[in-house]
T-cell receptor
Framework: DADVTQTPRNRITKTGKRIMLECSQT?????MYWYRQDPGLGLRLIYY???????NKGEISDGYSVSRQAQAKFSLSLESAIPNQTALYFC??????????????FGEGSRLTVL | AQSVSQHNHHVILSEAASLELGCNYS??????LFWYVQYPGQHLQLLLK??????LVKGIKGFEAEFIKSKFSFNLRKPSVQWSDTAEYFC????????????FGAGTTVTVRA
């Protein structure tokens, strides 16, 4: 079983719909992240959380919200989806800060298409 | 301007050829450097990372990377590629005091022909 699990893996929806992408992890890490991958742009950080009570915006948080329901669960919501949110979304975890030698562990991705 | 630049968008080569992928970053000060790989249909996984110490870092599957501070570079190399190295490769940099942030390059798609 994957250590970082994302659901759904694929979703097609219409403009204006509310969408939730869920992430759960069994690694026991406190730090969780949501990234978006677009061709030619690499990965960009949407939100990150260092524990259940700590939620922070990343570089492209507009149009998104998150919920950290438990240490192991971190959900990403699109309140009103728009076509330019069509992308591949990755959840990731880390055990340490990056400047302490930490690294990201990724889920398998959720491909979202907004028509 | 992008903080992490990968100069090659798509590289095509034959099996047994040598591979070098360029990565440059624009942050000053102490950084931590990473290469991630995404095989077709799979999630990103870590190839190697530089945290401190020897600037020549060896990773999984025969890959290595060299941190050259004066050139702000962290190029990835493999002496002899295999068909199974076909993947997308991402360079990532944790900037100074950026303990929460990894800045990713745009990625390089590597296609290895048998």
């Amino acid at each position: 079983d994957a250590d970082v699990t994302q659901t759904p893996r694929n979703r097609i929806t219409k403009t204006g719909k509310r969408i939730m992408l869920e992430c759960s992890q069994t690694k026991g890490h406190d730090r969780m992240y949501w990234y978006r991958q677009d061709p030619g742009l690499g990965l960009r950080l949407i939100y990150y959380s260092f524990d259940v009570k700590d939620i922070n915006k990343g570089e492209i948080s507009d149009g998104y919200s998150v919920s950290r329901q438990a240490q192991a669960k971190f959900s990403l919501s699109l309140e009103s989806a728009i076509p330019n949110q069509t992308a591949l979304y990755f959840c990731a975890t880390s055990d340490l800060a990056f400047n302490d030698g930490g690294e990201l562990f990724f889920g398998e991705g959720s491909r979202l298409t907004v028509l | 301007a992008q903080s992490v630049s990968q100069h090659n968008h798509h590289v095509i080569l034959s099996e047994a050829a040598s591979l070098e992928l360029g990565c440059n970053y624009s942050y000053g000060g102490t950084v931590n450097l990473f290469w991630y790989v995404q095989y077709p249909g799979q999630h990103l996984q870590l190839l190697l990372k530089y945290f401190s110490g020897d600037p020549l870092v060896k990773g999984i599957k025969g890959f290595e990377a060299e941190f050259i501070k004066s050139k702000f570079s962290f190029n990835l190399r493999k002496p002899s590629v295999q068909w199974s190295d076909t993947a997308e490769y991402f360079c990532a940099v944790s900037p100074p005091r950026g303990d929460y942030k990894l800045s990713f390059g745009a990625g390089t798609t590597v296609t290895v022909r048998a």
